[in-house]
């Protein structure tokens, strides 16, 4: 130790590699952790057992939301689809943007038109008032139910349920305010956004080339055990309603949304690990300057450990001696990396908006992996130290 | 080894048997060539004699010492310290053999220079399992009876070489070893400091019964010892009591 207080400067330069490389392991790991929260989050806010179906052949492209200009899809499929055994209920979609009015203030935003089963599979839970009914889509009202990110920007503190708004000019009974739910798994705030009936939206407000098609639909199925039944049945009764013949190409595309979720929760572990691995090279590079200024010390203190053995201390000490110099850098190094680490992620979290997550394991692990190199890489000066003869050391100039 | 194993005897302290060292060398041929260092020594101490080993450098007397301390094995021959095998000895019961049995003086004092005199004092009695405060407590009554305890906490270099060597010395007896081995123990000192040294090992030797073997180049500080042996390439030569007369002219 007291070797350690004489040679400041190169043991506080050991110790800051020691210092980044854990400090490297902390900070990716809690971005890697902090990514893997972020896509559960979104995935709890996703509604379970869904799938989304879109108009138009599967394209090699990965999930697009809304492609293209394919109408195959109407409000009657995702009714007939409510109906198969497998699936519990299907939401219906038409979208577009809309300028909104409300006493001076107008805010544009994204508009769907959809029937109440949506809001259900969708996952949305209702803040205040209630969503719009099946007799408001049947008899096409003017009722909106806002996100709520759209009713803050329009009404401030001003309850905006019973009050009514313009949309495209026309005036719209406020029915409802959705609960906040954050962004969706494609990284797209999902509470900036109103919601009227589908009749509603294709007569007056976003208008539709082909009276009864639609964007596309979710469908939830019954059961996450029934979800490979589900998409059988759904694109059977799809190919049939849509009389494709055998050997032709479906004109529509189920994807099972959990299964993307699943991808997205794998994929973020593999980034967690990947993170973490490059930053244990740091780790490992700074072990290694661990063990060359070991080697150097015990170079340099040959005639200590010759003066050493020739008072008694036998081998084990003198290896303890070593090694407790070695661990104690690393368990420095740690402590203050763990800090330091802690520190930059906080930093990052603040100035760029990411999701940092630090766990106590995540500490206990970085702590754990340095002193393990602290012990892996001082045991060889120790005991290069230990196996040296008494007379060499004591001779050694 | 063993095979001509001495009766034990209670008063020998050390036994040699026809012991050689010699060190291999590689000539400017390459080939590895033996280059005798120790011949055929034979040697009995007994327990509290003084004893000076004399003979010109590169003669063989620190390689002998640094065999007697246990700090160096010899290529052949027996040594016997209070009666037992050394080459029987284990790495560790030679550390506890040093740290008990001998205490070393050296030339160049070869204190920790981190420490300050107290803890160096102290360090002998860590190894040999004592809790750090009863072995500061027991180094500081050594340096008391050495006359050092103003100097307990100074660091070796903020003290003169007699007071070092003075710290090394007590450093040496504070596990009550009965053998001492000092190479050149007054080869640093100026001749007042050398007489200092030389009389505090006498007194230890006389009131102690504390045995001493001491390799010296000068026959004033041989003087205070009772028996000397001279080492000539690697031989003794003499071995015998201190008329110096008799003596065969040591250090031409
Ligand atoms: N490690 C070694 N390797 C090879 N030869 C050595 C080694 N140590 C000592 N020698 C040789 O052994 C011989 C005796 O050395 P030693 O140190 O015992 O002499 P010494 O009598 O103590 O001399 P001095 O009075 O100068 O201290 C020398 O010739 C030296 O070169
Ligand atoms: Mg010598």
């Not at chain 2, 003169?160 to 010395?169: E, F, H, L, N």
Request: proline share 3%; glycine share 8%.
């Amino acid at each position: 130790m007291r070797a350690l207080r004489m040679n400041r400067l190169r043991t506080g330069l050991t110790m800051l590699g020691m210092i980044i490389g854990v400090a490297a392991v902390v900070l990716m790991l809690s971005i890697g952790q902090g990514a893997q929260t972020k896509i559960n989050q979104s995935i709890e806010t996703m509604g379970s057992n869904l799938f989304i179906v879109l108009p138009g052949a599967t394209s090699s492209g990965g999930l697009s939301f809304g492609s293209g200009s394919v109408k195959t899809l109407t409000v009657n499929d995702a009714m007939a689809i409510a109906e198969l055994p497998a699936v519990n209920a299907t939401g219906p979609v038409i979208s577009g943007t809309a300028q909104l009015n409300f006493n001076a203030k107008n805010w544009s935003t994204s508009i769907t038109g959809t029937t109440p089963d949506y809001f259900m599979v969708g996952n949305w839970t209702i803040e205040d008032g209630s969503i719009f009914s099946e007799t408001d889509v049947r008899s096409a009202a003017r009722v909106v139910v806002l996100g709520s990110i759209t009713a803050e920007n329009l009404f401030g503190t001003i309850n905006p349920v019973g009050k009514t708004v313009r949309i495209t000019n026309r005036p719209f009974l406020v029915v409802g305010v959705l609960a906040a739910k954050g962004q969706s798994l494609s990284g797209r705030d999902q509470d900036d956004n109103v919601f009227i009936p589908i009749t509603t939206s294709e007569r007056q407000i976003t208008g539709n080339q082909f009276p009864g098609s639609i964007r596309y639909m979710l469908v939830q199925g019954k059961s996450a055990e029934t979800m490979e039944e589900a998409e059988i049945e759904i694109t059977q009764l799809l190919r049939q309603r849509h009389r494709i013949s055998d050997g032709m190409e479906n004109d529509f595309t189920v994807r099972n949304l959990t299964a993307i979720a699943d991808v997205a929760t794998d994929t973020a572990k593999i980034l967690s690990i990947v993170l973490g691995a490059i930053a244990s090279i740091s780790l490992l590079v700074g072990g290694i300057g661990i063990m060359n200024i070991m080697l150097v010390s015990v170079t340099e203190r040959t005639r200590e450990i010759g003066i050493r053995m020739a008072i008694g201390a036998n081998r084990n000490a003198i290896l303890i001696q070593f090694l407790l110099e070695a661990i104690m850098i690393c368990f420095m190094g740690g402590m203050i990396g763990v800090i330091l680490g802690i520190g930059s992620a906080w930093i990052i979290s603040q100035l760029i908006d990411m999701l940092v997550v630090i766990t106590l394991s995540m500490v206990f692990l970085a702590f754990l992996f340095s002193s393990a190199v602290g012990i892996f890489f001082g045991f060889y000066p120790a005991r290069k130290a230990a196996s040296l003869k008494p007379v060499d050391a004591l001779r050694y100039e | 080894m063993s095979t001509n194993q001495p009766a034990p005897s209670p008063t020998t302290l050390i036994r040699i048997a026809q012991l050689h060292k010699s060190y291999k060398l590689i000539d400017a041929d390459g080939n590895t060539i033996e280059n005798p260092v120790l011949q055929n020594i034979n040697l009995i101490i007994e327990k509290g004699e003084f004893v000076a080993i004399m003979g010109h450098s590169g003669s063989g007397k620190s390689t002998l010492m640094n065999i007697l301390g246990c700090l160096d094995t010899p290529t052949s021959g027996d040594y016997w310290l209070e009666n037992q095998n050394v080459a029987m000895l284990s790495n560790d019961a030679l550390a506890r053999l040093r740290n008990r049995y001998i205490g070393f003086v050296f030339q160049g004092f070869n204190l920790l220079n981190r420490m300050t005199a107290l803890d160096n004092v102290a360090v002998p009695l860590l190894y040999a399992g004592e809790n750090r405060a009863s072995s500061r407590q027991q180094a500081m009554e050594q340096l008391r009876r050495t006359g050092l305890e103003k100097f307990a906490m100074h660091h070796p270099n903020q003290l003169s070489g007699g007071q070092q060597q003075r710290v090394a010395i007590s450093r040496a007896l504070i596990n009550q070893p009965p053998l001492i081995l000092a190479d050149e123990p007054t080869g640093n000192l100026d001749t007042q400091t050398s007489q200092e040294i030389m009389t505090l090992f006498e007194q230890l030797n006389r009131e102690q019964g504390i045995t001493i073997v001491l390799v010296t180049h000068e026959n004033d500080i041989a003087a205070y010892a009772r028996r000397l042996i001279l080492i000539k390439d690697g031989s003794i030569v003499y071995d015998g009591d201190q008329a110096l007369e008799n003596v065969p002219d040591p250090v031409v």
